[in-house]
Nanobody
Framework: QLQLVESGGGLVQPGGSLRLSCSVS???????????MAWFRQAPGKERESVSC????????TYADSVKGRFTISRDNANNTAHLEMNVLEPEDTAVYYC?????????????????WGQGTQVTVST
């Protein structure tokens, strides 16, 4: 049973940047690089949507069209963490951001299939 904890959310002005982090742990020994990591977000009144995904080795990434060129996902397999660097933030990026993990490939990392989730961190982009 993995435990995921997000951090780094907050209030930022349009055009600003934030870096989200996801720390992964477990009650017993686990191998972080067996897990694909992903970020999702959910805005008020909207469904949860996929933002970005990174494979187990960290050499393949995917992004939603709405964030391509602005967001960068990364992982640190030595420290069991994943990150989402968010630049040129827009008001439309306002949402609760969730970290997710599973042993699926990125192409299969859909909300209904993922076993492990963080509690979410609020990102608000506003003047």
């Amino acid at each position: 049973q993995l435990q995921l904890v997000e951090s780094g959310g907050g209030l930022v002005q349009p055009g600003g940047s934030l870096r989200l982090s996801c720390s992964v742990s477990a009650p017993s020994a686990f191998t972080f690089h067996y897990y694909t990591m992903a970020w999702f977000r959910q805005a008020p009144g909207k469904e949860r949507e996929s933002v970005s995904c990174i494979n187990m080795r960290g050499d393949r990434t995917t992004y939603a069209d709405s964030v391509k060129g602005r967001f960068t996902i990364s992982r640190d397999n030595a420290n069991n963490t994943a990150h989402l660097e968010m630049n040129v933030l827009e008001p439309e990026d306002t949402a609760v951001y969730y970290c997710a993990a599973d042993t699926l490939p990125c192409a299969s990392m859909m909300s209904s299939h993922i076993r492990y989730w963080g509690q979410g961190t609020q990102v608000t982009v506003s003047t």
